[in-house]
């Protein structure tokens, strides 16, 4: 317990949120986590585990009460209720509990580490006294210890929202609702054993501009509470107990990035325009509404993508049509006069409602998601749509559908939305009749008929995220197939320019809503297959539109036909890192 921290640990993972953060490390989760030790804990720390450790063993005991209950309904053996009981009397007893707390406190250890020495010494105890019957009770005391053991490592610490001190967050895995309550300040940065750099939980850090590494593999194994940590969330490097020379050197590196964030800044007021003066529309994607002054800030002219999902994550019940509304108006009030793309609700996959039962299913990804969900019920989505016509009155409003993967659900997704106007009319409800319908492009039927798609729709904007997760079949939270997950695959490639080339065609606009378009290395080969419009996270918008503004469109067109050209993602990405190279070199060597 006292052995001395191996300092320096380094760890590499997947880097899906830049920056570079030192903190201390804040264990969440467990359920998987083995019997950790965690010495040396900060003071602040002690409260909770104090906490953690009373609230296990008041679940142990209504569970044990539970069981007492069954038992005496079941009519079961006296002997096995009077064990019942002789475990709920030691859950009161002095020895165990005080003991343990004071142990919490007094060498600053986890509540599972102490309950453990306790045990340990109770054992001890036991195993002196000469009495048979009272030397077997010692086994009564693994029992109930186990028991208190297994409520704490099944719970959570605390409510990732109450999470009041600066920490970086160790998690086996995090769901995207538990990210969305993150606090930027408070959460400097966190680290998961598995995901992939496109799952939501990945988006929403990226959104929330809070550094994370994910795929870690074994990092809640690795780390103690209290830890020192680095998280280098655009490398995907983890560092555990660094060494003062380390912390240095990282202390500079953050610098660096800092003072690079400063001088992009200087794009800000200025246009997306290529050197020929082709305009590209950048925007920015958005989850919550908190989200649009950092995007405003990095000068997107509109959001692009708003996942509306969101809303209904976090709470027992669906939102009424007055409260989308009321948010819609809030959003688009605020990004006028630029426009505003309102995804429909997107639920299933790695995002799922807690206000329905759903099914479990055995491929989410594929199962009942996005519009199929909405199809099925249509009375949650006219809910949506009717507060998302009643906000298209203040401002610039566009609704765009998610998952469409075939020309009948795209005319029957419309054919809600006349409803839904038709209701309006009926209540005399005033919205804009000729609201913008667009549909995302994230399937790979669709991506085959986009030709006919573009004829049913306004707009289109190409999903990378799940596209890529269906036509080169990875799943995209799955850290073991993350590095498959190739968007310059050559299959990607030609897809999208089947996706552009129709949109072209039918004189429609069409865009990258996906993470691909926030990534600088792909947007070179993005312009030149002519897409018209890329939306992106806050933090990626100075580094592309660096990019657009430094290469003609005739030359990107190149550089996008010369990358058709090869048969494997690697030869693509060498070719594409070149090409960086020689226009950015202080960036990218
Ligand atoms: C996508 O699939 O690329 C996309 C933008 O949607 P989401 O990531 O929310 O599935
Ligand atoms: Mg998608």
Redesign the pocket.
């Known amino acids: 317990m006292t052995e001395p921290k191996r300092t320096d640990i380094a760890l590499k993972g997947i880097g899906v949120s830049p920056g570079i953060n030192i903190g201390r490390a804040y264990l969440v989760d467990g359920g998987v986590l083995e019997t950790p030790a965690y010495c040396y804990l900060d003071s602040s720390y002690v409260p909770l585990e104090v906490k953690r450790f009373q609230n296990a063993v008041k679940d142990s005991k209504e569970q044990l009460l539970k069981i007492k209950d069954k038992l005496f309904k079941d009519g079961k053996g006296k002997e096995h209720i009077r064990i019942i009981d002789a475990h709920l009397m030691m859950l009161e007893d002095r020895m165990l509990i005080e003991d343990t707390i004071k142990t919490i406190k007094k060498e600053k250890v986890n509540a599972e580490w102490a309950i453990k020495l306790v045990m340990r010494e109770i054992r001890e105890f036991f195993d002196t006294i000469d009495d048979e019957y009272m030397r077997e009770r010692g086994s009564d005391i693994d029992h109930i210890c186990d028991r208190v053991l297994k409520n704490l490592m099944g719970k959570r610490h605390e409510s990732i929202s109450e999470i009041k001190e600066e920490v970086i967050i160790i998690a086996h895995d995090l769901s995207p609702t538990d990210t969305a309550q993150m606090i930027k300040g408070k959460v400097l940065g966190f680290l998961t054993d598995i995901g992939g750099r496109?799952s939501?939980t990945a988006?929403v850090a990226r959104s929330l501009e809070i550094p994370a590494v994910v795929g870690l593999e074994s990092i809640t194994q690795k780390v103690n509470a209290g830890d020192t940590m680095i998280i280098d969330g655009t490398s995907g490097l983890v560092v555990i107990n660094p060494s003062k020379k380390v912390i240095k050197d990282y202390q500079k590196k953050r610098g660096q990035y800092a003072d690079y964030e400063k001088l992009l800044h200087h794009y800000r007021k200025l246009p997306a325009e290529m050197r020929d003066g082709r305009r590209i529309r950048l925007m920015g994607?958005i989850e919550m509404v908190e989200e649009i002054p950092s995007i405003i800030d990095h000068g997107a002219e509109g959001i692009g993508?708003y996942?509306t999902?969101f809303l209904y994550l976090n709470r027992k019940d669906l939102p009424t049509e007055d409260e989308h509304f009321e948010v819609y108006k809030n959003v688009v009030e605020k990004v006028t006069p630029h426009p505003t793309i309102i995804?429909t609700l997107?639920i299933g996959?790695d995002?799922f409602l807690s206000q329905m039962e759903l099914a479990p299913e055995m491929n989410p990804a594929m199962g009942l998601r996005?519009i199929r969900f909405c199809l099925k019920e249509p009375f949650i989505f006219k809910t949506q749509l009717k507060g998302i016509l009643r906000a298209s009155v203040f401002g610039n409003i566009k609704i765009m559908f998610?998952?469409i993967s075939g020309i009948e659900e795209i005319r029957k997704t419309k054919a809600i939305m006349e409803e839904a106007k038709e209701e309006l009319r009926k209540e005399g409800v005033t919205f804009n009749p000729k609201i913008f319908v667009g549909a995302?492009i994230?399937v790979p039927s669709a991506a085959i008929i986009a030709d006919m798609l573009a004829k049913e729709v306004d707009f289109f904007?190409?999903?990378?995220?799940?596209?890529?997760?269906y036509s080169l079949a990875i799943d995209?939270v799955n850290e073991h197939v993350a590095y498959l997950y190739e968007p310059l695959h050559p299959a990607a490639l030609r897809i999208i320019k089947n996706i552009v080339d129709a949109a072209h065609n039918a004189g429609i606009a069409v865009g990258?809503?996906?993470?691909?378009a926030g990534e600088p290395e792909y947007t070179l080969i993005l312009l030149g297959l002519g897409l018209d419009q890329l939306?992106m996270n806050a933090l990626s918008i100075l580094k592309v539109k660096k990019i657009i503004r430094s290469i003609q469109y005739s030359e990107a067109k190149k550089i996008a036909e010369t990358a058709l050209t090869f048969s494997t993602a690697h030869e693509v990405e060498k070719f594409i890192r070149e090409e960086m190279v020689k226009r950015f070199p202080d960036e990218y060597i």
Do not use: F, W, Y
């Open positions: 496109t939501h988006i994607n993508l996942r999902e995804r997107d996959g995002k996005a998610p998952m995302m994230e904007s190409i999903g990378t995220n799940d596209l890529l997760q995209r990258v809503c996906g993470e691909m939306s």
